[in-house]
């Protein structure tokens, strides 16, 4: 059967919500990220774009750039609620639907065209959302993950576009390498060196070339130049969480060994969210008493990585959660509504050294083993 997948992406999301709150932003240059000298560039508007812009650029250059833009803190607290907002909008209106990030969703709509149109469902659930939350979004609608991404691209901003079936290699090969999903800055130089500039270009070399120069992610990026993606849909409601336990060998009423005990697993679960290059939307604390008495409570917040956020949040829902004095058996910690997303989308105030410790912690780590280092919390 021939698949149909929409790919939603809120045009520069972190501009468009703070626009929401601030109407007067509209149409001017506004640049979103780290407010010092040595914050970085989150995202970015089309007007500051067009004064070269860009989003992980050094806050320093963007003000060289647009000096006259408007500088904006981040509040991932504020983009996180939009954005379960907008999920919300499409988990009750989608039959299977993935969040891939805070700002971009993957819908698949195979066999609904025995029903309805596809591209005037999209058409309208697009328009829903923008009714709703009052946030600008683009749609692309094709066969598969890698074109319909694609095609959003093209849509932007605030566009649509359907590519169907037949005209999806008329649709690509005209198109910068860059454009293909997974292509990063290096392997487009190298391409770039090799005279390949086009995805038609690319789409006409010998699969074996690729492998040879890049290896076997040389033959999926040929393989999505030929709009080849097999990638399905995993449904957002299915999404693994990660979790650590902790049963103690004596019942416990410590409560410093218990924070400590949490603190380590914290640490891991932030490494491991990392690794992954994942951000966590929602802690839950999980604590067992010596009579076998179960309880849970969770919270959601600011989607994030880092583990001295999540560790807060942890102590936090602890200090509601014991309240019975006993003596404790077993204790969790859970991270869940799991998105792609980079720990500097959390990283707004300019704690330039704690993004620097975090990359030099998790090096040591993946080199040496996770034991290797620990915070002093843990």
Known sequence: MERTILHLDLDTFFVSVERLVNPSLEGKPVIVGGMSDRGVVSTCSYEARRFGVHSAMPMRMAK?????AVFIRGDM????????L???IIADSAPVYE????????????????????QLWSHELRQKIIR?????????????????????GEAKPNGELQVPIPYINNFLDPLPVQKIPMAGVKTCALLHSMGVDTIGVLRHLPPMAMERVLGK???DIWKKANGHDNTPVCPYQERKSISKERTFEQDTIDVTGIRQCMARMVESLGFDLRSQHKLAGCVTVKIR?????????????????????LRETVNGIFDRLYNRRMMIRLVGVRL??????????????????????????????RRFGEKIIHRAAG
């Open 64 to 68: 060289q750039l647009c000096s006259q």
């Open 77 to 84: 607290e504020l983009y996180s609620r939009y954005s379960r």
């Open 86 to 88: 907008v999920t919300q």
């Open 99 to 118: 969040k891939m990030s805070i700002d971009e969703h993957y819908l698949d709509l195979t066999g609904m065209d025995r029903f309805h149109d596809c």
């Open 132 to 152: 709703e939350t009052g946030l600008p979004i683009s749609f692309g609608l094709s066969e598969n993950k890698t074109v319909a991404k694609i095609a959003t």
């Open 217 to 219: 992610s040389g033959v």
């Open 289 to 309: 008493y010596s009579n076998f008495d179960t309880h849970d409570m969770q919270q959601r917040i600011p989607y994030t990585a880092f583990d001295h956020v």
């Open 336 to 365: 869940s509504e799991l998105v792609n997303g980079a720990p500097q989308l959390a990283l707004f105030d300019d704690n330039i050294e704690l993004t620097q410790l975090y990359a030099a912690m998790d090096k040591i780590k």
